[in-house]
């Protein structure tokens, strides 16, 4: 009898499936760009990402801004071992879905933002597609920017951060708030659109005889939500980290950081305003619809109580009894029709005066 092999054995003795081949996937597919700057300026063409760092040191004032979209865990190993990245870094980078937070890992930063993207309702045909959130990251080293961005569209920022080179010679600091500023300046302007699009609302609300879509004000009080919950948070997280890590961001840095929260303020408070207006625009919504429904059952009951003098009358004569007064008279059909006729104008007339009709 042959000798027994443990199951554990037998399992690693079987071949790996070769058509799901395990080949990581190089960090070069994730890659934006890759640059090297010196005293503010860029160095010419695209830099390796394995030599990037190098080249970095070999200067005084250079730093390198790597940018990325969704990239692997494998990738990030990877970059932790050219960078030396936090472990906590990783995992957030990868996990993505976070909350706006500018937070410290030893000599290394990490800020997240939250992306807003607005599409106008009538190029949309899911309502949830209105207003889509992504998430911004960025982890700022002594001599490095890393960006990365998930389901959030970044232009390359580079050349503006070149043009004013008194910021681009602060450092790896000077991409976070370049990038900061660019996504609180589009809040600024998703804000507009909004505005312009919830006093549409109010129009229709409050214009006389005009039908009201409560569901169009349901769809975007529901997208504004989801926008207060990607911006509220990044003002106090902004303020955080200026205030415990003035060792890491220069004075000058920190009254542009400053400049950026204020505007990320000023966003968050316009967005609870259209909360606002939205919650009262569903409540007077709401109201209109009921008092236009019992405009409707009045005139409805109006009607009803116009045509019941007829049949009543109707009613009576059309009784099968052998003696009954006026049915031998000559002129009574033509008198029960205008007894009838005049029943029913004399209710109209103190309908229309009570404004049921």
Same mark, same amino acid.
């Given at each position: ?72 865990? &494998? ?6 071992? @050219?960078?030396?990245?936090?472990? %906590? ?19 290394? %930063? ?29 982890? @700022?080293?002594?001599?490095?920017? +890393?960006? +990365?961005?998930?389901? &959030? ?7 503006? $951060? ?20 660019? @996504? ?16 549409? %609302? ?45 060792? $890491? ?57 116009? &045509? ?7 009613? @009576? ?23 009838? &006729? ?16």
């Amino acid at each position: 009898m042959p000798p027994l092999i443990p199951l554990s054995k037998q399992r690693a003795k079987r071949p790996a499936d070769s058509s799901q081949p395990n080949v990581p996937v190089p960090v070069e597919r994730s890659t934006d760009f890759c640059r090297v700057f010196v005293d503010g300026k860029r160095l010419p063409g695209e830099a390796r990402i394995s030599h990037a760092l190098e080249m970095a040191q070999e200067h005084e004032n250079a730093f390198v801004w790597l940018s990325l979209r969704e990239p692997t865990r &494998a990738q990030m190993d990877r970059l932790r071992d @050219i960078f030396d990245l936090h472990d %906590l870094i990783v995992d957030d980078v990868v996990t993505a879905h976070q909350r706006p937070k500018f937070e410290r890992y030893d000599d290394q %930063l990490f800020l997240v933002i939250r992306s807003v993207q607005y599409r106008d309702d009538e190029e949309v045909q899911d309502a949830r597609e209105i207003i889509s959130t992504g998430e911004v990251q960025v982890v @700022i080293g002594p001599n490095f920017a +890393i960006t +990365i961005r998930h389901n &959030a569209p970044l232009p390359d920022l580079s050349s503006q $951060l070149e043009e004013d080179e008194e910021l681009a010679v602060l450092g790896p600091s000077a991409v976070a708030w370049k990038v900061a500023d660019y @996504i609180v300046d589009n809040y600024l302007r998703v804000t507009q659109a909004l505005n312009k699009d919830v006093d549409e %609302l109010e129009n229709e609300v409050f214009t006389p005889n005009k039908s009201i879509n409560i569901d169009k004000i349901y769809m975007y009080k529901r997208e504004i939500l989801e926008m207060r919950h990607a911006i509220d948070p990044l003002g106090p997280a902004l303020r955080g980290g200026m205030t415990n890590n003035k060792d $890491l961001l220069r004075k000058t840095l920190r009254s542009y950081f400053r400049d950026v929260q204020g505007n990320a303020m000023i966003v968050s408070d316009h967005v609870s305003g259209f909360d606002e207006r939205l919650s009262s625009l569903l409540d007077a919504s709401v109201a209109k619809v009921t008092m236009q429904q019992n405009s409707d059952m009045r005139t409805i009951s109006a009607v009803v109580g116009m &045509a019941a003098a007829p049949t009543m009358i109707a009613g @009576i004569y059309g009784m099968n009894f052998t003696n009954m007064p006026e049915l031998d008279w000559r002129w009574g059909y033509p008198a029960v029709l205008l007894t009838m &006729a005049t029943v029913m104008a004399l209710m109209y007339w103190w309908f229309r005066r009570n404004n049921w009709l």
